[in-house]
């Protein structure tokens, strides 16, 4: 195999769009349910396009075809850190079956070698789930598990508890009773071990601001006419099949700390999956953090995951000094 590692070329996007989706219906056979791959192709070819236009990676070339490539977006903001970084979505990356799981490793190889000389020392992937051989590559090259984008039919959940819960789709006027919990849920990311420094805010505002836009909706738990949990919905959320038509996504949730345990977060699904299903959604998304222990073991237990974001910190030290 004699492979040669060129710039980021438009004229390879087909080709590229050809790898992603292999990987892509390799993951639909552990996650049968995913949307036809047929339904995302425009949106995906202009996502990879963009990408190559504005992002920043490495094609690796075999007799004029492309075999494998990497292609990420710079951050010039603080990105999980306080330096610059490079994020490499789901539809950033692919490598030919024919060719062994080293490639991506030297597809790394050279991709971040331009990175960090330009001080980009935050490296950041999104993979499928059940790819496993990849998954380790990127484990022996230094990177840790971060973020999960999980996927369930629309259907109810079977439990007993919660009788003492009501559910009410929330409407602009009932978003001040959200005040507490939604400033306890952003603090709570600052707990161990998330260690997340969210900025603050003021809840009201923030919610406010997040319903106007267009089709997003929250559903509150009320135990005793106090709310004590809300779950939250939107079209958009984490990677391109996350935006399927089919799909909605939940993209907040939170329950008061001495209110876990009696069934409020399933009947918050429970209601939303009753909507979903009289609006004709088939799908229901959600992505949370990996060290999110609590949030994990239930998200788990009722989504099945399909994607994985790693996440490695070079150490920047590296770029005061002369480096290969």
Known sequence: MVVEFIDLKPSYVNEAIELVLSSYQDEKKSVPFLPHETQLLGDLKDKVLHLF??????????????????AGYLINDSFFGKNKGVYVPLFGHGVSKRYKSSLYEELYKYSAGKWVKRSYTSHAITCFAH????????????????GVDGLRRVQSI????????????????DIIQLAK????????????????????????????????????????????KKPVGYMRIQPTAENFISDHPEVMNITGAYVFPDE????????LINEIQDWLKLKEYSLCGVDFEAFNTTGRSFWNKHFTPY????????????????FL
């Open 53 to 70: 236009h504005n992002g920043s990676g490495v094609l690796a070339i075999d007799n004029h075809k492309l075999v494998g490539f990497i």
């Open 131 to 146: 790819e496993h051989n990849t998954i380790n590559n990127w484990f022996w090259l230094g990177f840790g598990l971060r």
């Open 158 to 173: 079977p439990y007993n508890n919660g009788s003492m819960i009501e559910i009410k789709k929330s409407t602009t006027d």
């Open 260 to 267: 876990r345990g009696i069934g409020v977060g399933l009947k």
């Open 307 to 322: 994607t994985y974001s790693m996440v490695r910190r070079v150490d920047e030290r590296i770029t005061e000094i002369e």
């Open 181 to 224: 919990l939604h400033r306890e849920h952003n603090l709570y990311y600052r707990t161990s071990p998330i260690f997340m420094p969210n900025a603050e805010e003021d809840p009201v505002d923030d919610l406010i601001a997040w319903s106007m836009e267009e089709n997003r909706h929250i559903w509150i738990a009320y135990k005793d």
